[in-house]
C-alpha cells in the first residue's frame, strides 16, 4: 500500500498491488523469520512463507476520487461503485507449510458405526464455512498406515520376529518372521523384500512354533514347539525332547533365556551359558495348576538376565516367579484375578527407578495393568483393568518412538504406553480393523513397525502417534469429505441397494450459504474455486505436447510421457501448496443464497454419490428421514427449503417441502414439493408414518399424497419459532428459539395436537437430544446445557375423557404443566448439535455434544451412589486447591447463567493429576483414600 501526499500533507491517493488472496483472517501475524501466520474466522488455519515481497508485475489499483456537495448523499451504492476490484488467484507469492486444524464453526454430530468394516463407532460432524465447509469423520483411535498386505496360506496360531544378532551390521533390525500354522512354521527373510525361506533356516518347519527369539553372543537362534526346543547355532542343530509324552503347551525366551510350560503345571527353565553358548536346562518346578501362559521378560540393558517371569494359570491367578541364581523358579508373589488370564507380559522400565509393569490380558475381553517391585517382585494392590473388546486380549511389545509399549489385541487393537511428561500410562485404541496376532517389526525402510495377522492375510502397520502425547488417553484421528456449502445439517437414509437381499445406509447432507451465487450463476460469470489459471495453463500445454509427439519417434516420446508424468505429479503438489479457499463474487443485494444436497455413501470414504444443486435462491435448512404409511414404510428423504429469505427482517419468498426417493442407493429421485405458505421451515421429524413439520410459529402434520404433502392437523399459536424437532411414539419435543422446550401429545381420535408441557425459563434453544420417554436434554444459545424432565403424572393431567373441559382453561399457559429442571451446566461455548451414544464397545451411552468452535464433550451419567459421593467431595477439595489460570472461581464460572445444578466439573477433577504431590496427599487424606486409588479411578472413568 502506497498513500500520495501533496505538499500540504493532505492524502490525495493510495495504490495497493495485490499480493495474494488468503481466507477471511481474524489476525495476521508476521514473525522475525519471514512466516505469516493467518488466524482464519472459520476453518483452518495457515502458516505462510513469503517467497518474494517485489511485486513489479502484480496487479495494482489506484483509488478513484468522487467528489461530493454534501456529505449526506453519501451512501453505499456510491461506494460499492466507486471501489476497485481484484480478481482472487492462487497462492502466487506465498507458499502454505503448515496447516492448523480448526473445525469452527461445527453445526452437526452425528456417532454410529457406519464403514461396515470397524467395531467402534465414528464421530461424523458437519464443520467450516463456504469453501473451506467439510464433512469430518473422527474416529477413537491413533492412525495406522497400512505399509503391507499379503495372504497367507491358512490361518495362523501365532506369529513372531527374529532380530539380527550382534555382529551384523543390521543388528536391531528384524531378520525372519515366523508364522505359525496349527501343523506347520513359515518362515519368511526380510530384505529389500520378504520372501519365503526353506530348510536352510534350520527351522523345524513341520510343527507350529510356540516362542523364537535370537541368542547373544554365539548361541544362533532359538525355536520351541510342543515336542521340545531347537536351537541353531553355526548351522547345527541341537534338540531338547519333552520327557515322555508330554507337551509344550506355552513357552516364552529372550536372548539368554527360554521357559516352558508343559502339560499338567510343570514349567521348566532353560538358560544361556556364556562360555559355550549352549542352552542348559536349569531346574524344574510345578505350578499347581496348569499354564496357560507365561513370559520370561526382556534383558534389562546393563543387566545379564531378567530377574523375574509371569506364569499366568488357569485358576485365574497370575504368579511372578524369580531367575535369579539360586532361587530360579520360586514365588514372589500371586495376585487372582475375575477371569483366566490368556495371555501375560513384562515391561521393563527405561529407568531403573521406576517400577516393572505387567499387563494381563483376560478371557473376557479385559485388560490389567499391575506394577510389580523390581526388587522384591510384589505386585501393586491397585491392578488398572479396562475392558478393551468381545475377544480373548493378547499382549505383545512393541517399541514407539524409542520407548517399550505394549500392543493389546482383541475386538480391535489398543495401544498401552507411558507419557513421559506426565508420568501416565496412555491406553488408546488404533483406528484398524481387528487383528488376531501381532509382534514388533523393524526394516530399513519402516524403523518402528508391527507385523500382524487378520484371518488369512500378513500385515505390516506403522502406528502415528500424533494425538496420542499431553498425558490424554483418549486420540482421535481425522478424515474430511470437502463441500460446496456451508452444511446445516443432515440424516441417514436407509436404501435398496443393486443386490436386493441387503439394505445400504447412506448419509445426506443439505447445505446452503446466504450472500452467495449457486453453482451455474458463479460459472455463467466465469468465477472458478480453483483461481482460473492452473487449467489454462495446462490446457495450452497439452495442446503443445501433441503437437511434439507427431514428429517424434517412439523413444522420444516415452521418454516425454515419463517428464509428463513426473510434471504432473509435481504439479499437483504444487496445487496443494498453492491452493487457498475462494469465495464467490457477493451478489448486489440481499436474498441470494447458494445451496445443494448431497448424498454420500459411509461405507465407502463418505463418497459422493450426487449432489444436487438448487437454483432460482432456494436454501435448504433442514432435513430428515420419513417413513409414510402409504408408501409401505420406505425410507424417503424430505428437505425443508426457503426462497429468496432475507435475514433482517426475517422474511422470504417462499417456502417448501421436497420429497426425494433413493434409487438403487446411490441417486435421489424427485417425487413432490409442496408449498408452504406460514414461515420458513425449520424443522422436519417422522411422526408415527407421517410428516411434522416445524413452520415458523406453527406445528404442522403431513400425510403423503400422490401430488402433494395433505395437511391433516396443525397447532399454532407457538411463541416465535420451531427451532428442534424429535418425536417418541405419540409425543413431540420441539424446542423454541427463544422460550425454551415444548412437549407435545397427538390425539389420533381427536386428530390433534396438545401442548401437554412447557420450560418457564425462556432459553434460547439451539440443540435437543432426547433422553427417555419423559426427558430430554437441551442446549441454548449462551453456552448452557440443561436436562429436563416431565414431572410425574403431568401428561394425565391433560386429558379430557369427559370433553367438558372449557376451553379457556385448558388455553391458559397457567393451566400447562411445566417442564423441571434436573441438571445444569455452563459449557463455555455455543452448543450446535448434540446425540446419546456409546464411543467404545460395550460402555454405557453418553450425552456427546459439539460447540460451535468444534470441540467434542460429553456427559456421562453416573451408576452407582458411591461414584456421585466421591466425585462431588474430590471437586469441592479442587475448587480450592487446584490452580486458577484467570483467577476465577471454577463454581461461579460454571454457574455463569444459572447455579450449577447436579453435574460434576470433569476437567476440574483430571486437574488432580496436576497437583503436586503433598497437595494430592492431603485431598486423598480427605477422602480417605490413597493417591494411587483416585488416580485409577480418574482413569477408569475416562
Same mark, same amino acid.
Given at each position: 500500500? +502506497?498513500?500520495?501526499?501533496?505538499?500540504?500533507?493532505?492524502?490525495?491517493?493510495? =495504490?495497493?498491488?495485490?499480493?495474494?488472496?488468503?481466507?477471511?483472517?481474524?489476525?495476521?501475524?508476521?514473525?522475525?523469520?519471514?512466516?505469516?501466520?493467518?488466524?482464519?474466522?472459520?476453518?483452518?488455519?495457515?502458516?505462510?512463507?513469503?517467497?518474494?515481497?517485489?511485486?513489479?508485475?502484480?496487479?495494482?489499483?489506484?483509488?478513484?476520487?468522487?467528489?461530493?456537495?454534501?456529505?449526506?448523499?453519501?451512501?453505499?451504492?456510491?461506494?460499492?461503485? +466507486?471501489?476497485?476490484?481484484?480478481?482472487?488467484?492462487?497462492?502466487?507469492?506465498?507458499?502454505?507449510?503448515?496447516?492448523?486444524?480448526?473445525?469452527?464453526?461445527?453445526?452437526?454430530?452425528?456417532?454410529?458405526?457406519? &464403514?461396515?468394516?470397524?467395531?467402534?463407532?465414528? #464421530?461424523?460432524?458437519?464443520?467450516?464455512?463456504?469453501?473451506?465447509?467439510?464433512?469430518?469423520?473422527?474416529?477413537?483411535?491413533?492412525?495406522?498406515?497400512?505399509? &503391507?498386505?499379503?495372504?497367507?496360506?491358512?490361518?495362523?496360531?501365532?506369529?513372531?520376529?527374529?532380530?539380527?544378532?550382534?555382529?551384523?551390521?543390521?543388528?536391531?533390525?528384524?531378520?525372519?518372521?515366523?508364522?505359525?500354522?496349527?501343523?506347520?512354521?513359515?518362515?519368511?527373510?526380510?530384505?529389500?523384500?520378504?520372501?519365503?525361506?526353506?530348510?536352510?533356516?534350520?527351522?523345524?518347519?513341520?510343527?507350529?512354533?510356540?516362542? @523364537?527369539?535370537?541368542?547373544?553372543?554365539?548361541?544362533?537362534?532359538?525355536?520351541?514347539?510342543?515336542?521340545?526346543?531347537?536351537?541353531?547355532?553355526?548351522?547345527?542343530?541341537?534338540?531338547?525332547?519333552?520327557?515322555?509324552?508330554?507337551?509344550?503347551?506355552?513357552?516364552?525366551?529372550?536372548?539368554?533365556?527360554?521357559?516352558?510350560?508343559?502339560?499338567?503345571?510343570?514349567?521348566?527353565?532353560?538358560?544361556?551359558?556364556?562360555?559355550?553358548?549352549?542352552?542348559?536346562?536349569?531346574?524344574?518346578?510345578?505350578?499347581?495348576?496348569?499354564? @496357560?501362559?507365561?513370559?520370561?521378560?526382556?534383558?534389562?540393558?546393563?543387566?545379564?538376565?531378567?530377574?523375574?517371569?509371569?506364569?499366568? @494359570?488357569?485358576?485365574?491367578?497370575?504368579?511372578?516367579?524369580?531367575?535369579?541364581?539360586?532361587?530360579?523358579?520360586?514365588?514372589?508373589?500371586?495376585?487372582?484375578?475375575?477371569?483366566?488370564?490368556?495371555?501375560?507380559?513384562? =515391561?521393563?522400565?527405561?529407568?531403573?527407578?521406576?517400577?516393572?509393569?505387567?499387563?494381563?490380558?483376560?478371557?473376557?475381553?479385559?485388560?490389567?495393568?499391575?506394577?510389580?517391585?523390581?526388587?522384591?517382585?510384589?505386585?501393586?494392590?491397585?491392578?488398572?483393568?479396562?475392558?478393551?473388546?468381545?475377544?480373548?486380549?493378547?499382549?505383545?511389545?512393541?517399541?514407539?518412538?524409542?520407548?517399550?509399549?505394549?500392543?493389546?489385541?482383541?475386538?480391535?487393537?489398543?495401544?498401552?504406553?507411558?507419557?513421559?511428561?506426565?508420568?501416565?500410562?496412555?491406553?488408546?485404541?488404533?483406528?484398524?480393523?481387528?487383528?488376531?496376532?501381532? @509382534?514388533?517389526?523393524?526394516?530399513?525402510?519402516?524403523?518402528?513397525?508391527?507385523?500382524?495377522?487378520?484371518?488369512?492375510?500378513?500385515? #505390516? #502397520?506403522?502406528?502415528?502417534?500424533?494425538?496420542?502425547?499431553?498425558?490424554?488417553?483418549?486420540?482421535?484421528?481425522? !478424515?474430511?469429505?470437502?463441500?460446496?456449502?456451508?452444511?446445516?445439517?443432515?440424516?441417514?437414509?436407509?436404501?435398496?441397494?443393486?443386490?436386493?437381499?441387503?439394505?445400504?445406509?447412506?448419509?445426506?447432507?443439505?447445505?446452503?450459504?446466504?450472500?452467495?451465487?449457486?453453482?451455474?450463476?458463479?460459472?455463467?460469470?466465469?468465477?472458478?474455486?480453483?483461481?482460473?489459471?492452473?487449467?489454462?495453463?495446462?490446457?495450452?500445454?497439452?495442446?503443445?505436447?501433441?503437437?511434439?509427439?507427431?514428429?517424434?519417434?517412439?523413444?522420444?516420446?516415452?521418454?516425454?510421457?515419463?517428464?509428463? +508424468?513426473?510434471?504432473?505429479?509435481?504439479?499437483?503438489?504444487?496445487?496443494?501448496?498453492?491452493?487457498?479457499?475462494?469465495?464467490?463474487?457477493?451478489?448486489? $443485494?440481499?436474498?441470494?443464497?447458494?445451496?445443494? #444436497?448431497?448424498?454420500?455413501?459411509?461405507?465407502?470414504?463418505?463418497?459422493?454419490?450426487?449432489?444436487?444443486?438448487?437454483?432460482?435462491?432456494?436454501?435448504?435448512?433442514?432435513?430428515?428421514?420419513?417413513?409414510?404409511?402409504?408408501?409401505?414404510?420406505?425410507?424417503?428423504?424430505?428437505?425443508?427449503?426457503?426462497?429468496?429469505?432475507?435475514?433482517?427482517?426475517?422474511?422470504?419468498?417462499?417456502?417448501?417441502?421436497?420429497?426425494?426417493?433413493?434409487?438403487?442407493?446411490?441417486?435421489? =429421485?424427485?417425487?413432490?414439493?409442496?408449498?408452504?405458505?406460514?414461515?420458513?421451515?425449520?424443522?422436519?421429524?417422522?411422526?408415527?408414518?407421517?410428516?411434522?413439520?416445524?413452520?415458523?410459529?406453527?406445528?404442522?402434520?403431513?400425510?403423503?399424497?400422490?401430488? =402433494?404433502?395433505?395437511?391433516?392437523?396443525?397447532?399454532?399459536?407457538?411463541?416465535?419459532?420451531?427451532?428442534?424437532?424429535?418425536?417418541?411414539?405419540?409425543?413431540?419435543?420441539?424446542?423454541?428459539?427463544?422460550?425454551?422446550?415444548?412437549?407435545?401429545?397427538?390425539?389420533?381420535?381427536?386428530?390433534?395436537?396438545?401442548?401437554?408441557?412447557?420450560?418457564?425459563?425462556?432459553?434460547?434453544?439451539?440443540?435437543?437430544?432426547?433422553?427417555?420417554? !419423559?426427558?430430554?436434554?437441551?442446549?441454548?444459545?449462551?453456552?448452557?446445557?440443561?436436562?429436563?424432565?416431565?414431572?410425574?403424572?403431568?401428561?394425565?393431567?391433560?386429558?379430557?375423557?369427559?370433553?367438558?373441559?372449557?376451553?379457556?382453561?385448558?388455553?391458559?399457559?397457567?393451566?400447562?404443566?411445566?417442564?423441571?429442571?434436573?441438571?445444569?451446566?455452563?459449557?463455555?461455548?455455543?452448543?450446535?448439535?448434540?446425540?446419546?451414544?456409546?464411543?467404545?464397545?460395550?460402555?454405557?451411552?453418553?450425552?456427546?455434544?459439539?460447540?460451535?468452535?468444534?470441540?467434542?464433550?460429553?456427559?456421562?451419567?453416573?451408576?452407582?451412589?458411591?461414584?456421585?459421593?466421591?466425585?462431588?467431595?474430590?471437586?469441592?477439595?479442587?475448587?480450592?486447591?487446584?490452580?486458577?489460570?484467570?483467577?476465577?472461581?471454577?463454581?461461579?464460572?460454571?454457574?455463569?447463567?444459572?447455579?450449577?445444578?447436579?453435574?460434576?466439573?470433569?476437567?476440574?477433577?483430571?486437574?488432580?493429576?496436576?497437583?503436586?504431590?503433598?497437595? $494430592?496427599?492431603?485431598?486423598?487424606?480427605?477422602?480417605?483414600?490413597?493417591?494411587?486409588?483416585?488416580?485409577?479411578?480418574?482413569?477408569?472413568?475416562?
Amino acid at each position: 500500500l +502506497s498513500v500520495d501526499v501533496s505538499e500540504d500533507k493532505v492524502v490525495t491517493g493510495m =495504490q495497493l498491488a495485490l499480493l495474494d488472496t488468503l481466507p477471511t483472517a481474524n489476525a495476521l501475524n508476521i514473525s522475525k523469520k519471514g512466516m505469516l501466520f493467518v488466524a482464519s474466522e472459520f476453518g483452518d488455519h495457515g502458516l505462510y512463507q513469503f517467497e518474494r515481497i517485489e511485486l513489479p508485475d502484480a496487479p495494482t489499483n489506484a483509488s478513484s476520487q468522487i467528489t461530493v456537495n454534501n456529505i449526506a448523499d453519501w451512501n453505499t451504492e456510491m461506494a460499492v461503485t +466507486s471501489a476497485k476490484t481484484f480478481a482472487p488467484t492462487t497462492l502466487k507469492n506465498l507458499r502454505k507449510v503448515y496447516t492448523l486444524d480448526s473445525p469452527t464453526p461445527t453445526t452437526g454430530v452425528l456417532v454410529g458405526e457406519l &464403514a461396515g468394516n470397524e467395531v467402534s463407532p465414528q #464421530i461424523y460432524t458437519l464443520a467450516g464455512k463456504g469453501p473451506s465447509a467439510s464433512l469430518r469423520i473422527l474416529r477413537h483411535g491413533a492412525s495406522v498406515t497400512e505399509l &503391507a498386505v499379503s495372504e497367507l496360506p491358512g490361518i495362523p496360531g501365532g506369529i513372531f520376529t527374529i532380530p539380527h544378532d550382534e555382529s551384523d551390521e543390521n543388528v536391531g533390525l528384524s531378520k525372519y518372521i515366523v508364522v505359525s500354522f496349527a501343523d506347520a512354521t513359515l518362515v519368511l527373510s526380510v530384505g529389500d523384500t520378504v520372501e519365503e525361506v526353506g530348510q536352510e533356516s534350520r527351522f523345524k518347519t513341520d510343527a507350529p512354533t510356540l516362542a @523364537c527369539s535370537t541368542l547373544k553372543g554365539n548361541g544362533g537362534l532359538c525355536q520351541i514347539y510342543p515336542d521340545g526346543l531347537r536351537q541353531i547355532k553355526a548351522g547345527q542343530l541341537r534338540n531338547w525332547e519333552c520327557p515322555g509324552l508330554k507337551r509344550v503347551e506355552s513357552a516364552s525366551s529372550n536372548t539368554c533365556q527360554a521357559l516352558l510350560a508343559l502339560a499338567g503345571g510343570e514349567v521348566i527353565y532353560f538358560e544361556l551359558d556364556n562360555l559355550t553358548g549352549d542352552l542348559n536346562e536349569m531346574v524344574t518346578r510345578d505350578m499347581g495348576a496348569d499354564v @496357560c501362559c507365561l513370559d520370561v521378560g526382556t534383558v534389562p540393558t546393563g543387566k545379564s538376565r531378567s530377574l523375574f517371569a509371569a506364569v499366568g @494359570c488357569r485358576d485365574q491367578t497370575v504368579k511372578i516367579v524369580s531367575l535369579e541364581p539360586g532361587k530360579f523358579l520360586t514365588q514372589k508373589s500371586s495376585t487372582a484375578l475375575k477371569s483366566r488370564p490368556h495371555s501375560v507380559k513384562l =515391561q521393563y522400565p527405561d529407568n531403573e527407578k521406576d517400577d516393572i509393569i505387567v499387563m494381563i490380558g483376560l478371557d473376557d475381553g479385559s485388560s490389567l495393568r499391575a506394577t510389580v517391585d523390581p526388587v522384591t517382585g510384589a505386585i501393586g494392590s491397585s491392578p488398572t483393568r479396562r475392558f478393551l473388546g468381545a475377544r480373548p486380549v493378547s499382549v505383545s511389545r512393541i517399541p514407539l518412538e524409542g520407548r517399550s509399549s505394549m500392543l493389546l489385541l482383541s475386538s480391535r487393537p489398543w495401544i498401552s504406553r507411558l507419557d513421559q511428561a506426565s508420568g501416565k500410562h496412555i491406553m488408546a485404541p488404533l483406528s484398524y480393523a481387528p487383528l488376531d496376532h501381532g @509382534c514388533v517389526f523393524s526394516s530399513q525402510a519402516v524403523k518402528e513397525g508391527v507385523v500382524a495377522t487378520a484371518g488369512k492375510t500378513l500385515r #505390516i #502397520i506403522s502406528v502415528d502417534t500424533v494425538g496420542m502425547e499431553g498425558g490424554d488417553d483418549e486420540a482421535f484421528n481425522t !478424515n474430511r469429505v470437502p463441500l460446496r456449502y456451508t452444511p446445516r445439517q443432515m440424516t441417514l437414509l436407509s436404501a435398496s441397494s443393486a443386490d436386493p437381499t441387503q439394505r445400504k445406509v447412506v448419509l445426506a447432507v443439505v447445505e446452503s450459504d446466504y450472500n452467495d451465487f449457486g453453482q451455474e450463476a458463479k460459472k455463467s460469470m466465469g468465477f472458478d474455486a480453483t483461481g482460473g489459471e492452473a487449467g489454462k495453463k495446462k490446457g495450452g500445454k497439452k495442446g503443445d505436447d501433441d503437437e511434439m509427439e507427431v514428429d517424434s519417434d517412439d523413444e522420444d516420446a516415452e521418454a516425454k510421457k515419463e517428464e509428463e +508424468s513426473d510434471e504432473e505429479s509435481e504439479d499437483e503438489e504444487e496445487k496443494e501448496t498453492r491452493a487457498t479457499p475462494i469465495r464467490g463474487p457477493m451478489p448486489p $443485494q440481499p436474498g441470494h443464497w447458494g445451496s445443494c #444436497i448431497r448424498l454420500l455413501d459411509p461405507s465407502d470414504s463418505c463418497r459422493t454419490l450426487e449432489c444436487i444443486e438448487l437454483n432460482r435462491n432456494e436454501a435448504a435448512l433442514c432435513c430428515t428421514s420419513v417413513r409414510f404409511h402409504t408408501r409401505g414404510g420406505e425410507s424417503l428423504l424430505a428437505v425443508g427449503t426457503v426462497t429468496g429469505m432475507k435475514m433482517h427482517p426475517l422474511k422470504q419468498t417462499s417456502s417448501h417441502v421436497i420429497l426425494y426417493r433413493v434409487v438403487n442407493g446411490d441417486r435421489l =429421485q424427485l417425487l413432490h414439493r409442496t408449498t408452504i405458505d406460514d414461515g420458513p421451515v425449520m424443522a422436519l421429524a417422522h411422526f408415527q408414518g407421517r410428516l411434522l413439520v416445524g413452520i415458523g410459529k406453527t406445528l404442522r402434520l403431513y400425510e403423503m399424497g400422490k401430488r =402433494q404433502l395433505l395437511r391433516k392437523c396443525e397447532l399454532r399459536g407457538l411463541p416465535t419459532f420451531v427451532k428442534t424437532l424429535q418425536t417418541a411414539g405419540d409425543r413431540a419435543y420441539f424446542g423454541d428459539m427463544m422460550r425454551s422446550m415444548h412437549m407435545i401429545r397427538y390425539e389420533a381420535s381427536a386428530n390433534r395436537l396438545i401442548l401437554i408441557a412447557s420450560d418457564p425459563s425462556p432459553r434460547p434453544i439451539v440443540s435437543q437430544e432426547l433422553l427417555d420417554w !419423559n426427558t430430554v436434554a437441551v442446549g441454548d444459545k449462551f453456552g448452557n446445557i440443561c436436562i429436563l424432565r416431565l414431572p410425574r403424572g403431568a401428561d394425565t393431567a391433560t386429558l379430557d375423557m369427559t370433553g367438558q373441559r372449557a376451553l379457556w382453561d385448558s388455553s391458559r399457559d397457567s393451566s400447562t404443566p411445566k417442564l423441571e429442571v434436573l441438571c445444569q451446566y455452563y459449557v463455555g461455548e455455543i452448543v450446535t448439535s448434540m446425540t446419546r451414544s456409546s464411543l467404545v464397545a460395550g460402555g454405557a451411552d453418553s450425552l456427546i455434544y459439539v460447540t460451535v468452535t468444534g470441540r467434542i464433550g460429553a456427559l456421562v451419567p453416573f451408576t452407582s451412589r458411591d461414584d456421585v459421593d466421591f466425585y462431588s467431595q474430590l471437586e469441592g477439595y479442587l475448587r480450592v486447591e487446584a490452580p486458577r489460570p484467570t483467577g476465577r472461581d471454577p463454581q461461579s464460572y460454571r454457574s455463569y447463567y444459572a447455579p450449577v445444578m447436579h453435574i460434576v466439573d470433569g476437567d476440574l477433577c483430571s486437574a488432580f493429576n496436576a497437583l503436586s504431590h503433598e497437595k $494430592q496427599a492431603e485431598i486423598a487424606e480427605k477422602l480417605d483414600r490413597t493417591v494411587g486409588e483416585i488416580m485409577k479411578k480418574l482413569e477408569d472413568t475416562r
